[in-house]
């Protein structure tokens, strides 16, 4: 069995995407494939049940049998440091007692790590350290500018080797086009000079890295007032309109594809909005609407949104919402395939795994 646990420079580099689209790539080569994300952080509460979002996305994609709950042993890292404070427990066992029941009868297990390569270190849980309790090899998913992401490996070869868990190698997502045309050739001479396999660039896409009306209303718990067939628009960015009218269209008009932050009362700026590309309407302070800017936002099919907090927590709140893949986002998961078949090396990371 391969087991490959993947892990990344920094948060949001995209190692769920090049997760799943390595074991949909091995399960369509016959492979039976597990998943395991032993600490959890994007956290689902559902019907009293808790689980991981990615835990549940390879779940559906992948058809595993295997509940979201049992693909973690813990979803609040910070409580569990302060658990372990007052009551020691042996997660080490734990994990290894979790990952022999979901690696049972599998020929590839993808085991995801937290938001960064040394989360889960004071426990014995980071990612090198989990590499070397149930076996495998290490996978760095990397982004940003080409001296940021060499630096940055490097770090984590020299952090890999300290700890004792074998690297397989770096694949670097969302890369520019400057990265994958003009700085190829010496990204990978700078990768082979300490040690590393380089297994190729997945190119930026909007569609991958965008939010959603949807994602709105399950952070904020906003009320859909109108407009629920666009909930799975993309928005190119979010303009808080806490401005005078003129301006607020002025600048509307500059930015395609917006989702605009408003209070309740201005009529004027929610149907002068819905004349310009805007794509959602947040609606702040518990006021709601016009029923005028309800009918045009249902006959557009734009998004009307009612959240419980002002205008600037609002806008606070959704610059934080990080964008989240779906099971039923058939065409996202599509492209996630695409790309990591075209752009990434997989025979050949699947020979330096063995």
């Not at 080569?29 to 390879?58: I, N, Q």
């Not at 709950?69 to 007052?86: F, N, P, Q, V, W």
């Not at 070397?132 to 952090?159: Q, W």
Request: some cysteine; glycine content about 10%.
């Amino acid at each position: 069995m391969r087991t490959i646990l993947i892990t990344s420079t920094k948060r949001l580099a995209g190692k769920s995407t090049v997760g799943l689209g390595l074991c949909m790539w091995a399960r369509k080569k016959g492979e039976k494939v597990g998943y395991f994300k032993p600490l959890g952080d994007r956290v689902v509460r559902k019907d009293e049940r808790m689980y991981d979002h990615d835990a549940h996305l390879f779940k559906e994609v992948l058809g595993l049998s295997e509940s979201e709950e049992k693909m973690s042993i813990a979803h609040d890292y910070k409580g569990l440091l302060r658990d372990t404070s007052e009551h020691p427990k042996d997660y080490v066992g734990e994990l290894r007692k979790r990952f022999e029941e979901l690696s049972g009868g599998k020929d590839l297990m993808v085991v995801e790590g937290a938001h960064s390569l040394a989360c889960g270190a004071y426990l014995g849980l980071s990612a090198p350290e989990i590499v070397k309790h149930v076996g495998g090899m290490v996978l760095v998913v990397a982004t940003g500018s080409s001296e940021e992401v060499v630096d940055r490996v490097a770090m984590a070869k020299a952090y890999l080797n300290h700890v004792g868990a074998p690297m397989l190698g770096v694949v670097v997502n969302k890369a520019t086009e400057q990265q994958i045309s003009r700085e190829n050739t010496m990204l990978v001479k700078l990768f082979g000079d300490i040690g590393v396999e380089f297994f190729g660039f997945l190119p930026e896409r909007k569609s991958l890295s965008r939010i959603t009306p949807r994602d709105i209303v399950e952070v904020l718990e906003a009320e859909i007032l109108a407009g629920d067939k666009g909930l799975d628009t993309l928005l190119e960015r979010v303009v808080v309109g806490a401005m005078g009218f003129e301006a607020a269209m002025k600048r509307l008009r500059t930015i395609p594809g917006n989702a605009i932050i408003t209070g309740g009362d201005r009529t004027d700026l929610q149907l002068g909005a819905l004349e310009t590309s805007s794509r959602c309407l947040i609606l702040t302070g518990g006021i709601f609407p016009a029923p005028t800017v309800l009918r045009e936002a249902e006959q557009r099919g734009v998004p009307v949104l009612l959240v419980p907090y002002d205008t600037f927590s609002a806008a606070e709140r959704i610059e934080k919402i990080t964008p989240r893949i779906r099971p039923e986002e058939t065409s996202k998961i599509e492209e996630i395939e695409r790309l990591v078949l075209e752009f990434v090396e997989l025979d050949r990371l699947w020979g330096v795994s063995s």
